[in-house]
């Protein structure tokens, strides 16, 4: 079973900056994995934030940024601000149809 | 405007069924791929099912295999969710969401959510 990994929770000061990773189990992330990321708040849907590796959906601020780094997909925050405490979500596609989530990095800024 | 809007949760004993519905307004339904993504209290996402233009390519995850039956109805705009022997575990809210293709890139991503219908299910 393929399990999607991602740090349970992180912590970046205002102004700061966080990476974030999303990788898997077994294996490396990969652009044909194709991973994208979404942030969300509590009680709310999903909002929709990177894919294509760096490409930023529609109203992202320019300080969320993506890559692969070695073997895991990235989200990067530089300039953390105090609305970006959330939790974030990375999907991948793991073959044959199958698509999976990680389990989410809970992010506090403090 | 595109919006996605989930209806049919609700309390349902183990072993029950239940119909979601996702109304799609503000784009052409059939041209795009889509999903039903789940989120059980106080846990992650978690990825259901995809249905593709046509109908005819369905992938499921393990855990609702036998159980759950997605399908879509193009010309009335929605997209559905049967849901059968339900468990405890599949208390959740479940989102409907559309699947986006970046052409250039060939790369697919969620680019609209509804808000999302909760089932509990319990006796």
């Known amino acids: 079973q393929t399990v999607v990994t991602q740090e349970p929770s992180f912590s970046v000061s205002p102004g700061g900056v966080v990476t974030l990773t999303c990788g898997l189990s077994?294996?490396?992330?990969?652009?044909?994995?194709?991973p994208s990321w979404y942030q969300q708040t509590p009680g709310q849907a999903p909002r929709t934030l990177l894919y294509n590796t760096n490409s930023r959906s529609f109203g992202v601020p320019e300080r969320f940024s993506g890559s692969i780094l070695g073997n895991k997909a990235a989200l990067t925050i530089t300039g953390a601000q105090a609305n970006d405490e959330s939790d974030y979500y990375c999907v991948i596609y793991v073959g044959s149809g199958i698509w999976a989530f990680g389990g989410g990095t809970k992010l506090t800024v403090l | 405007e595109v919006q996605l809007v989930e209806s049919g949760g609700g309390l349902v004993q183990p072993g029950g069924s239940l119909r979601l519905s996702c109304a799609a307004s503000g784009f052409t339904l059939s041209t795009y791929w889509m999903s039903w993504v789940r989120q059980a209290p106080g846990k992650g996402l978690e990825w259901v099912a995809n249905?593709?233009?046509?109908?005819?390519?369905?992938y499921y995850v393990d855990s609702v295999k036998g159980r759950f039956t997605i399908s879509r109805d193009n010309a009335q705009n929605s997209l559905f969710l049967q849901m059968n022997s339900l468990r405890a575990e599949d208390t959740a809210v479940y989102y409907c969401?559309?699947?986006?293709?970046?052409?250039?890139?060939?790369?697919?991503?969620?680019?609209?959510w509804g808000q999302g219908t909760l089932v509990t299910v319990s006796s």
């Open positions: 249905i593709r233009q046509d109908g005819n390519s369905i």
């Open positions: 077994s294996g490396s992330v990969s652009t044909t994995n194709m």
């Open positions: 969401a559309r699947w986006a293709y970046d052409t250039l890139a060939s790369w697919y991503y969620y680019d609209r």
